[in-house]
């Protein structure tokens, strides 16, 4: 029997190497590990890991131009970082609520301009002179009366009460009350634009930065212009629809001519639209003859009755669209500083009249004038028609182009296309075998408005203080519409013409003051190139603050 193995040795490594151990080596079955400290586990440096602490080098080897080179550097890097950031997306429950609000105003367009348009060139446009006067009126208050009430309210009264105008002529209502529904109308017409240019505003400014704002604003602004121009262009197709139904064909009279057309007998001879006095002679209200002594085809009161109740429907639903889709926020308070010394409605208020001047024209004289005197309502819608649909894609392409800042040339050819119209209408002589020749004229008369339009909304929409300028412009653009619907009454064609020739060129003068001081950086709300670069710099350094900071830390 062998001794037993003595247990306290078995920890100890054996001297021997494994290589000469024999076969009757009670240890031969076992692996000797030789222990390994503690420490040197946790204290191991592994390759693949990096240093915690940065290499320190002597300041005196990097002089303190290599320090600020580096800085700059650094800040520059991140500036462009900041640069190639993704833009913000808008919400998309903001971005619905705005398209409602959209379509809530071309259904009030679709409703209030064809008939504008329509008790215009059959009523007189009396009654629109006082619906626009009220409108002018109101507008330097439009303003508070947002600030107090809200958008939503305002959008839901105004639209309410174009329906109740347009029912108002589906049923015998006195005139004394009609033209209190007008009035009241016009008092809501100038708060009603304010708060869509204000809702415009509102989703621009969740777009991010000034640049990003900018293009929302002008895409927002594209939409609701689009969205009006599309519903005349709805309006007057229904006014067309009607016409197929219920349409009624005025034959030539027997009786001899009216008092206020001084020819042996009507329809005249074409020599006589070439008299210089015809105009002359026939002025105001009474430069056609009557409805009852034309030829061609109008509505009869059955088709009327229907026609209206179908606007007036369309105003009933833009009216719960409206609601829905306006902001419910309050407005922000009016600027506190002066409008009177703001030059966007100094300046900018000669323009807000002509194109008021000029929208009247089309929708009082011209489509009485070349339109229903030709060949009836049949030419008048069709004019009204091609005014819309031209004025729509003319709206959307030009305001792309002045975003591009080609503003000096649009403005220069618009003014020579514009006073190209005026000149012609001046010398044309509407007459029975021109049938297209109206609607063409209304579709280029329609494109420079749009125009115009265009850049006045892209100057004076925005920036510091714009509700106040704005609303003077309105004010401005409602008088024109209602001097427009006087001079219907009282003045001949070539008078308002010669008018209108006259506000043209006062418009462009100040609208290229307006121009040229916006480009020199004086207007409020903008800065000139030194302070704007100042800025900038100031931005790159504190970015370069920061990011040493950061790393300091």
Known sequence: MGSLPDLTERSRPTPVRAAVRTVSDPHRHRTIITPIPVSTIYKKEWPWKKQKTPIRVAGSCIGPRRRDSAASSVGAASVRRLLARQPPKLPKPLVNRFTLLCISSGLCATALLPFTAFAGAEAGA?????????????????????????????????????????????????????????????????????????????????????????????????????????????????????????????????????TNITVPRWPPPEEYFLEDDYEERTCGSAGCPDMQTLSGTVLDAYGRMLLVAMWAFLALLSVGMGVYGAPSAPAPPPDARSVFVDPRAILGMPMGLFIGLQQGFIYTSYIKWYGVCVDGWW???????????????????????????????????????????????????????????????????????????????????????????????????????????????????????????????????????????????????????????????????????????????
């Open 126 to 258: 009396m009654p629109l002179s006082i619906m626009h006067t009220a409108a002018a009126v109101v507008a330097p208050f439009s303003p508070l009366i947002l600030q107090k009430t809200g958008t939503r309210l305002v959008i839901a009264i105004s639209h309410t009460l174009v329906c109740v105008l347009l029912s108002a002529h589906t049923v015998e209502t006195p005139l004394p009350v009609l033209l209190a529904l007008y009035g009241l109308c016009g008092v809501t017409l100038s708060p009603m634009s304010l708060a869509l240019s204000a809702s415009a505003t509102s989703l621009a400014q969740a777009a991010g930065d000034e640049a990003r704002r900018k293009v929302a604003l002008r895409r927002a602004l594209r939409a609701l212009r689009a969205a009006q121009d599309l519903g005349l262009v709805c309006g007057s197709l229904l006014l067309g629809f009607a016409l197929l139904i219920w349409s009624e064909e005025i034959s030539k009279p027997s009786t001899p001519a009216p």
């Open 379 to 553: 030419c008048a819608w069709r004019s009204l028609c091609g005014t819309g649909v031209l004025q729509a894609l003319a709206a959307g392409t030009l305001s792309m182009a002045a975003a591009r800042g080609r503003r000096g040339a649009l403005a220069a050819g618009g003014g020579a296309a514009h006073a190209s119209l005026v000149l012609a209408l001046l010398r044309w002589r509407a007459a029975k075998t021109d049938l297209a020749l109206p609607a063409l004229a209304a579709a280029a008369w329609g494109a420079c408005a749009a125009l115009w339009d265009v850049l006045q909304a892209g100057i004076c929409i925005g920036g510091p203080g714009w509700r106040g300028a704005w609303s003077i412009i309105l004010a401005a653009r409602h008088s024109g519409m209602a001097m427009a619907c006087i001079a219907r009454q009282l003045l001949c064609v070539r008078a308002q013409l010669a008018g209108l020739a006259t506000a043209l060129l006062a418009a462009l003068v100040t609208h290229t003051m307006l121009e040229l001081r916006l480009r020199r950086g004086k207007e409020p709300g903008h800065k000139s190139p030194k302070i704007l670069a100042k800025t900038n710099s100031d931005a790159a350094g504190g970015a370069c603050t920061y990011v040493r900071r950061r790393r300091g830390a």
